[in-house]
C-alpha cells in the first residue's frame, strides 16, 4: 500500500479520508450497518409485544379490582382471586436469599481476592464457581429436593409440609445465585485500585484494617448492585420451587398461628401463582389474572433493578 | 466516610423492610401444624371442586388450616397411601397395586362418588368434516397402532382391519374414510387420570381383542396443563384431542366436541347424558378419605360433612361438572363410614 519512496499511496488515504468524514460508504457498510439496526429494532418489538399483550391482559383486572388484587390471598373465584400470598412468599425467599447468599457469597469473594495466593488452586475454584453460574436452574432445584428438603426437615423446621416449605425454597434459592453473588462481589472487589491498599499498608494498617476501613466500603457499591440483582433472578425463578414442592393449589394457613407454623407450613411465590393460573379451568385465570399476577412480579423487578442503579449511581467512585 | 455510612444504612433499611415484610406479609400463606389442619392431594380434575369447596369451608372455620393440589389422580394415591394426605381427589376408582399399598401402611379409606364426569373428544371449530367418531374410530386415529400416521386417511385402512376383528356392536362402526388432513393430536399425559381413563374406556378393550399393549400412540403433544391442550386443538384445523368436560365448557366458543358412538349411535356430551352415562365416556369422581384421620381429626370429618352438604355440592356444578341426581349412596356411606372400593361403577 506504499509507494517504493515510502509514502502512503494516494487511493487508500481518500478512501480513508471519506469513511473518517462518513461519506462515500460502501454499498456493504450500508447493509451491515442496516442489519445491525433490524436485530436491534426486532429484539426490542419482540420486548414491545410482550409487554403490550400483558399489560393488555392485566388492565381489565387493575380496573375492576384495582389494589385489593394486590392485597388478597389465594381464591379460586376470580373475582376474588390475589396475589399477596405470593408476595409474601416470594419476599420471605428473598430475606433468606439475603440473608445467607449476602454474607457467604461476599465472605468469599473477600478471600478470594484478598487472601488466597494465586496459583492453580485459586484458578480451579474460580473457574468452578462461573460454571456454577451457569448451571440450569432446575438441577438446583434437585439438589434442594435432595438436601435441603430433608435438611430441614430433619433439623426440626419441618412442620407439617415435611420441609416443603419456604425455609428449603430459600436455602436453595440462596445456593442458587451464591455463584453469581461470589462472581459479582470479587469484580467489584478487583475494582478497588491497589493503590488504596499500598496506602493503607503505608501508613502501617494491618490486612484486615485495609479490608474493613478501605476495600469493603469501596467496593461496597458494587456489591449492593450485583446482589440486588442476583435478588431480581431468585425472584423470577419458577423451575427450582416447583420440584421442591411449592403449592400450586389452593391453601389457607388456619387464622391465629405464630410466625413459625407460617414459614414451615405450604407456601406459594408469584411466578408460581402464574404457573397455576395458566392451568385453572376458569378462563378469566388465564386471561386477565395471569397477566396481571405478571405485571405485579415486573413491578417488583423492575423496582429491585431500579433499586441497584440508583445505588450504583449515588455510590460509585472513580478513581 | 459520607458515603460508606449512607451505603451501611442502605443495607440496614432493605433488611429492615425486609424483615417487615417477611413477618407481616405472610398473612395469606401456610397451615398450622396441630390437629385443625386438612391436607388435600390427587386429581387435577377434581382439584376445582375440592378447592371450592375448601374455600366455602375455610371462610366458616377460619381456625382450620387446609391446602389443596392437583398433581394427579396416581400422584395423589402415592402421598395417601403414604400418610401424607387426608383427602385423595381421584378421577378413576382406586387400582389394586394402590389399594395393596394403602394395606401395607395401614391406611383404610371411604370412597365417595362426588360427581360425573364426560371425558370430551374435541376438535377444532374450523373442523366440520368430523362430527362424531366411534371407540373403533379412536382407537384407529390414536391407539397403539397408529404411530406415525401424519393424516387421518393414513388411518383408512387400520379402520377396516379393527373393524373387522372386533365387535363393532360395543365399540361403534367406523365412520372412513376420513378427510385427508393433517392429524395433530394433543392430550394429557400418562400421569392424568384422564389419560388413565381415555386408555381404559376407549382403548383398552380394542387393545386386548387386537393383542395390543392397553395405551396411546406416544407421538402425540401431551400436556399436563389442559389450557395448553384446548390451544393446542384450536390451533389446528384437523386437531384431535381429549380432557374433561369442565375445560371443554370453559372453552365452548374455541373448541368443538365430537359425538362418541360405542354401537348405540352418536352421543354429544350434555349435562344430561353425562349424569346418566349415555354417553360413553361418562366416568364418576371420587373422593377418597382416610378413615383413621377422618375418626381423629375433627376438622377432617366436618370438612366431608360440609363436602356432602346441598351447599358444598353446589361446587361440582360451580366447577363444571355434572352432580349426580342422588347423593344418597354417597351420604350413607360417609355417615356409616364403609371403608373400602365399592367396585360397582355405573
Not at chain 2, 52 to 78: H, M, R, Y
Request: glycine share 10%; aromatic share 6%.
Amino acid at each position: 500500500m506504499t509507494t517504493a519512496d515510502g509514502h502512503p499511496a494516494s487511493r487508500p488515504d481518500a478512501d480513508i479520508v471519506d469513511a473518517l468524514r462518513g461519506r462515500g460508504l460502501g454499498v456493504g457498510a450500508l447493509v451491515f450497518e442496516g442489519a445491525l439496526l433490524v436485530a436491534l429494532l426486532s429484539a426490542l418489538s419482540i420486548l414491545l409485544v410482550l409487554l403490550a399483550d400483558v399489560v393488555s391482559g392485566a388492565l381489565p383486572t387493575f380496573r375492576t379490582r384495582g389494589i385489593g388484587f394486590v392485597l388478597s390471598g389465594l381464591s379460586l373465584s376470580p373475582d376474588t382471586a390475589g396475589v399477596l400470598t405470593g408476595i409474601a412468599g416470594s419476599v420471605t425467599i428473598a430475606a433468606i436469599v439475603v440473608a445467607l447468599a449476602f454474607p457467604v457469597g461476599v465472605a468469599a469473594a473477600l478471600y478470594l481476592e484478598e487472601y488466597a495466593e494465586e496459583g492453580w488452586g485459586t484458578t480451579l475454584v474460580d473457574t468452578t464457581v462461573r460454571n456454577l453460574a451457569g448451571v440450569p436452574s432446575i438441577v438446583y432445584g434437585l439438589l434442594g429436593l435432595a438436601v435441603f428438603v430433608p435438611l430441614v426437615d430433619r433439623i426440626g423446621l419441618g412442620g407439617v409440609s415435611h420441609g416443603r416449605n419456604v425455609i428449603a425454597a430459600g436455602i436453595t434459592m440462596a445456593v442458587l445465585v451464591l455463584p453469581i453473588v461470589i462472581i459479582t462481589s470479587a469484580e467489584a472487589i478487583r475494582a478497588v485500585p491497589q493503590t488504596i491498599r499500598e496506602a493503607g499498608f503505608g501508613v502501617g494498617a494491618t490486612r484486615w484494617e485495609v479490608i474493613r476501613h478501605h476495600v469493603l466500603p469501596s467496593a461496597l457499591p458494587g456489591i449492593l448492585t450485583g446482589t440486588v440483582l442476583t435478588l431480581a433472578r431468585a425472584l423470577g425463578e419458577t423451575a427450582p420451587l416447583l420440584v421442591i414442592g411449592v403449592a400450586t393449589g389452593y391453601f389457607a394457613p388456619p387464622a391465629n398461628v405464630g410466625v413459625l407454623e407460617r414459614l414451615t407450613g405450604p407456601y406459594t411465590a408469584l411466578p408460581v401463582i402464574v404457573f397455576s393460573w395458566s392451568r385453572q379451568t376458569r378462563p378469566e385465570f388465564l386471561e386477565t389474572l395471569a397477566p396481571a399476577a405478571i405485571v405485579v412480579l415486573l413491578g417488583v423487578l423492575f423496582t429491585l433493578n431500579g433499586a441497584a442503579v440508583w445505588l450504583r449511581n449515588r455510590h460509585d467512585r472513580r478513581w | 466516610m459520607r458515603p460508606r455510612a449512607t451505603a451501611t444504612a442502605a443495607i440496614a433499611a432493605f433488611a429492615l423492610i425486609v424483615a417487615a415484610c417477611a413477618g407481616g406479609g405472610t398473612t395469606g400463606g401456610d397451615t398450622d401444624v396441630g390437629g385443625g389442619s386438612i391436607a388435600i392431594s390427587g386429581s387435577s380434575t377434581v382439584e376445582p371442586i375440592s378447592a371450592l369447596v375448601a374455600e366455602a369451608f375455610k371462610s366458616q372455620n377460619p381456625d382450620i388450616g387446609i391446602s389443596v393440589e392437583g398433581p394427579g389422580t396416581g400422584d395423589g394415591f402415592a402421598k395417601f397411601c403414604n400418610g401424607e394426605t387426608d383427602i385423595s381427589d381421584a378421577s378413576r376408582p382406586i387400582k389394586d397395586a394402590e389399594i395393596a399399598t394403602c394395606e401395607a401402611n395401614g391406611i383404610e379409606f371411604i370412597e365417595l362418588h362426588i360427581a360425573t364426569d364426560g371425558l370430551s373428544i374435541l376438535t377444532s371449530k374450523q373442523n366440520d368434516r368430523i362430527s362424531c367418531l366411534s371407540k373403533t374410530d379412536l382407537y384407529a386415529l390414536t391407539g397403539p397402532e397408529s404411530i406415525g400416521m401424519a393424516t387421518w386417511s393414513d388411518a383408512d385402512e387400520l379402520v377396516s382391519d379393527v373393524a373387522a376383528t372386533v365387535d363393532t356392536a360395543a365399540f361403534g362402526p367406523p365412520h372412513a374414510p376420513y378427510p385427508d388432513a393433517p392429524l395433530v393430536i394433543t392430550g394429557p399425559g400418562e400421569e392424568s387420570g384422564t389419560y388413565d381413563t381415555y386408555v381404559e374406556l376407549v382403548l383398552e378393550p380394542i387393545a386386548d381383542a387386537r393383542g395390543q399393549e392397553a395405551a396411546t400412540r406416544p407421538d402425540y403433544t401431551a400436556s399436563a396443563n389442559d389450557n395448553v391442550i384446548i390451544e393446542g386443538i384450536a390451533g389446528s384445523d384437523s386437531s384431535l384431542g381429549w380432557v374433561g368436560y369442565a375445560f371443554f365448557l370453559a372453552n365452548e366458543d374455541k373448541v368443538e366436541a365430537i359425538a362418541v358412538d360405542a354401537g348405540n349411535g352418536c352421543v354429544e356430551p350434555t349435562p344430561d347424558t353425562i349424569a346418566s352415562f349415555e354417553y360413553p365416556l361418562s366416568r364418576p369422581l371420587f373422593i377418597y378419605v382416610n378413615a383413621q384421620r377422618a375418626a381423629e381429626n375433627p376438622a377432617v370429618a366436618a370438612f366431608v360433612d360440609y363436602y356432602l352438604s346441598d351447599g358444598g355440592l353446589q361446587a361440582v356444578v360451580d366447577a363444571g361438572y355434572v352432580a349426580l341426581d342422588d347423593y344418597t349412596e354417597a351420604r350413607t356411606r360417609w355417615a356409616d363410614r364403609t371403608t373400602g372400593s365399592s367396585d360397582a361403577r355405573p
